[in-house]
């Protein structure tokens, strides 16, 4: 019997970075006839770019596919399982199964029903030519109609349906006069899909007071009936033996749900997972007759997993996960003879206690703390006071308004009674970002500095705003993020004017440490670390004297200090210097876990904490020892921040009302998990 097997190598691809976690495919490709087995292909930015992935409809078998630093999205599988046709950075382009091969074609705008029945053709659309049939090995096309959008391929090969005008029309895939089908008004972004047997259209129509219908026609015209209503305007998906139908409705307070309901309009009930505020997307059925689908994973949340369901609505699982690499997870296709063999090699873990927690109503994204105390930035629009918690005590204050009428806060940063945070507004022609401060338990802040600009020429920008023990330090920004920067520290008595746009006012509270001395990253025990884009980090006192320099070049990420060690990433390295000498004590490698650039975020002792997209982790400096911290349901935003006594960690609980979570462990019970 005949199977594609796709095989993932145990060794790491050529040029990809170091660290464990997801391991690159090196896939060796079998191919012959027949074969029950196929896995789901989809798109995914988990490591750092969106590229193709399969994984099996078990979740096992994670594999790369593709590792391309242009993106990848919306694959759609040959029905031979041959073929991968996706769009990238450049319009649409054909892959092998295994991800090689790829070739450009003409450049047109395909539905989930392009492939002609011989895998080698695709029908698509442009502006220019209509609807067109495009050959994915030579490249030439040839006209169908010269209007048109939303093309779909029968099954049978023989013919293709399309929107022209609101209105169903099918055509000879061979060419010749199209005839209109039913006389329905239909919505012109959802593409009109086939049922497996070619007899049935089903497909979106906009009935009255901006509502959707969703109906089934005969492909001779006849037998049309509305089978679901109150649908979204996606394309509809027939289940492998037509007896169902996969769409997308629409809830109340403007949620959507994946719905499956009989092709003769019977038995409608929801099959996918969500709360309220969480989003679904993209229903497609697996062969073996499973719903797949893509969940967010908390309400506001930008990413999604994998999830695949039986179409009673019953064993519904998730494929993909947020850890250890984080991103997100999208437009889910069945590919026939696929089998999904890579291996997903998770970090080293450790489990740490999470009594000492404070939950939130939204989603929090990350967290300005010092000494037992912290402040989280939350995901709202209409900000409310700030809360400051104390994770030593768990006990809450309250904060002022931060940004009322505003944006905001952008940045923040907690600085012992003091807090300072951020606020902009923007327009076509037009930017302005304020710098406010205030007192724990005041109701508002105070106006300190501003900087504005034209978003399409340059401006300046606050930036860089970071406190500790009674220390606000922040950076005035010029021309662009690649521009010089300006460090400043806001004292609580009168001193010179600080930096001033157009739109706020500003007070003679700010003292300059200096010209182009970069953006501040860390303030600790009187001294400020700015770094600039040339990769010179500077450690200054807050008088503005330069107390050491270290040129480092171009790639450092960032800086961190706390008491003698500043620890300094560049690239995927750390290297920890005395920030008194300014030896260099060690060097240590960071983790990538397969996902984007890891990211330094703080330095305690012999422990640094970073993120790696989907994971938080502790290293110890002294031997290097590396664990991931294992905290179930957890899923970007993530952060977390060293201090003297314990480590802050904020995260999002998938699918939770109260998603926002922001927890504090003892440095003492950390060191004793090590």
């Not at 305690?604 to 991931?628: E, N, W």
Request: hydrophobic letters at 35%; a neutral charge.
């Amino acid at each position: 019997m005949k199977r594609l097997l796709l095989i993932l190598s145990l060794a790491v691809a050529a040029g990809a970075t170091s660290g464990a976690g997801v391991r690159s495919a090196t896939p060796a490709v079998e191919h012959s006839a027949a074969n029950p087995n196929g896995a789901v292909v989809f798109a995914s930015n988990r490591d750092g770019d969106s590229d193709l992935y399969a994984v099996n409809v078990d979740g096992t078998g994670l594999t790369r596919l593709t590792n391309e630093p242009a993106d990848e999205s919306e694959p759609l599988p040959s029905p031979d399982g041959k073929h991968i046709l996706f769009e990238g950075d450049e319009g649409p382009q054909v892959v092998e199964a295994d991800g090689s091969g790829r070739r450009a074609i003409h450049d047109c705008s395909y539905s989930p029903e392009a492939w002609s029945s011989d895998s080698r053709h695709i029908v698509c659309s442009d502006y220019e030519n209509g609807i067109i049939v495009v050959d994915t090995v030579d490249g030439t096309f040839t006209q169908l109609s010269d209007t048109g959008s939303v093309p779909s391929w029968s099954p049978d090969g023989t013919t293709v349906a399309y929107v022209d005008e609101y209105k169903l029309f099918v055509v000879p895939a061979t060419g010749g006069a199209r005839r209109r089908l039913g006389i329905r008004k239909l919505e012109e972004f959802a593409a009109p899909a086939w049922s497996p047997d070619s007899q049935r259209l089903a497909y979106v129509s906009a009935d009255n007071e901006n509502r959707d219908s969703l109906w089934t026609i005969r492909s001779d015209g006849s037998g049309g009936r509305r089978v679901a209503q109150k649908v979204s305007e996606n394309t509809p998906s027939w289940s492998p033996d037509a007896s169902r139908i996969a769409f997308m409705k629409e809830l109340a307070h403007y949620a959507t749900a994946v719905y499956v309901v009989g092709s003769d309009g019977s038995n409608s009930h929801e099959v996918s997972k969500s709360l309220a505020g969480e989003y679904v997307s993209d229903p497609a059925w697996s062969a073996d007759g499973h719903v797949l689908y893509a969940r967010s994973r908390f309400r506001s949340s930008g990413e999604s997993d994998i999830y695949a369901v039986l179409p009673t609505g019953r064993g519904g699982r998730a494929l993909t996960h947020p850890f250890p690499t984080g991103g997100s997870n999208f437009s889910p296709r069945w590919m026939t003879g696929l089998q999904a063999s890579g291996v997903e090699q998770p970090p080293v873990t450790m489990t740490v206690p999470l009594k000492r927690k404070i939950a939130f109503s939204t989603a929090v994204v990350w967290t300005a703390t010092d000494g037992t105390r912290a402040v989280p930035r939350l995901a709202v629009d209409e900000y409310p006071r700030l809360t400051i918690w104390n994770g030593a005590t768990g006990r809450a204050q309250r904060g002022p308004v931060p940004c009322s009428g505003l944006d905001g806060p952008g940045w923040l940063a907690l600085a012992g009674k003091r807090l300072a945070w951020t606020c902009s507004e923007h327009g076509n022609t037009y930017y302005a970002v304020g710098l406010r401060t205030g007192r724990v338990g005041d109701r508002r802040g105070k106006s300190v500095a501003s900087a504005s600009g034209d978003p399409n020429e340059g401006g300046d920008d606050i930036i860089g705003l970071v406190g500790h023990g009674g220390t606000i330090v922040f950076s005035n920004q010029h021309k662009d993020d690649q521009g010089p920067s300006d460090p400043w520290v806001v004292l609580t008595h009168k001193a010179k004017k600080c930096p001033a746009g157009d739109y706020y006012s500003s007070r003679a509270v700010c003292r300059p440490l200096g010209v182009g001395r970069g953006v501040t990253t860390a303030v600790d025990a009187g001294r400020v670390v700015a770094v600039t884009p040339a990769g010179a980090v500077r450690l200054l006192s807050l008088g503005g004297r330069v107390l050491h320099t270290w040129a480092l070049g171009t790639g450092v990420v960032t800086a961190r200090l706390r008491g003698r060690l500043l620890a300094v990433q560049h690239g995927t390295t750390v290297d920890v210097y005395d920030a008194t000498t300014g030896a260099l004590r060690r060097s240590r490698e960071l983790q990538t876990d397969g996902g984007p650039t890891p990211y330094l975020l703080g330095v305690q002792g012999d422990l640094a904490v970073y993120s790696t997209g989907g994971a938080i982790h502790l290293l110890r400096l002294s031997d290097g020892r590396d664990k991931a911290l294992l905290i179930p349901g957890a899923a970007p935003w993530l952060d977390a921040s060293l201090e003297p006594a314990g480590l802050f960690v904020s995260w999002n609980k998938m699918h939770d009302p109260r998603p926002g979570r922001l927890a504090f462990i003892p440095l003492k019970a950390i060191e004793a998990r090590f």
